[in-house]
Structures are given as structure tokens and as C-alpha cells.
Nanobody
């Protein structure tokens, strides 16, 4: 069983920045594909970014959704079982509950159903 706990959400003005963090339990965090999704009121949960580890060695591959490319950056620290999302140049349309997710199987996952574990979410509100 994996538990994910997000933090770092809040209220920010348009153009500002926030950094979300997600701490995971479990001894094999370094093997998980970690992702961020978001869900605005009345909308489906949307892929934001993901970080897949290499099969061996350090580093890995990342991808992000078109709406956040160039503004959001995902990173991970396997020593601290943490994945982070740096969000810059925030827009009101970025307002949503942001969820951390873990995928046990290998390979980047862009769909909600690809992921096995979810955090409780953290609210991000961007005012205009």
C-alpha cells in the first residue's frame, strides 16, 4: 500500500508561482512513475505532468500536458520519497484541486486509470 500526501496549495495572483510537493510512503518509491493531475469544478480530472524513472541508474523521463508546457516543471527526490510540481506564470484557468498519483507499472501514464494510488488533493486558486 502506498500513501501520498500533497502540500503547497493556496491562493495566488495571476502571474505568480506555487510549488506543490507530494510525499510518498513505501520502500520502492524510486520505481514508481509519479504524476500530477488536476480537477476543476464540473470538469474531468486532467493530466498535468509525469516523471518516469529509468530502469537502472538515476534520472528518468518527464512529460507534461499542453496547457502547462513551459510553465510547470515536475521533479523528484528519491532520497526523500518526494515529487514536486513547480508552477510558474499561473493563470486563473489553472485553478483546480491538484492530485499526486503513483503508477506501479513501468512507462509514463497520461490517463487517470493508469495510476494505482492517489493523494487527497490540494487546492490551488489563481485570482485574476
Amino acid at each position: 500500500q502506498v500513501q501520498l500526501v500533497e502540500s503547497g496549495g493556496g491562493l495566488v495572483q495571476a502571474g505568480g508561482s506555487l510549488r506543490l510537493s507530494c510525499v510518498a510512503s513505501g520502500r520502492t518509491f524510486s520505481n514508481y512513475v509519479m504524476g500530477w493531475f488536476r480537477q476543476a469544478p464540473g470538469k474531468e480530472r486532467q493530466f498535468v505532468a509525469a516523471f518516469a524513472p529509468r530502469i537502472s541508474g538515476s534520472g528518468g523521463s518527464t512529460t507534461s500536458g499542453d496547457s502547462v508546457k513551459g510553465r510547470f516543471t515536475i521533479s523528484r527526490d528519491n532520497g526523500k520519497n518526494t515529487v514536486s510540481l513547480q508552477m510558474n506564470s499561473l493563470k486563473p484557468e489553472d485553478t483546480a484541486v491538484y492530485y499526486c498519483a503513483a503508477k506501479v507499472s513501468y512507462g509514463l501514464g497520461l490517463k487517470v486509470q493508469d495510476h494505482d494510488y492517489w493523494g487527497q488533493g490540494t487546492q490551488v486558486t489563481v485570482s485574476s
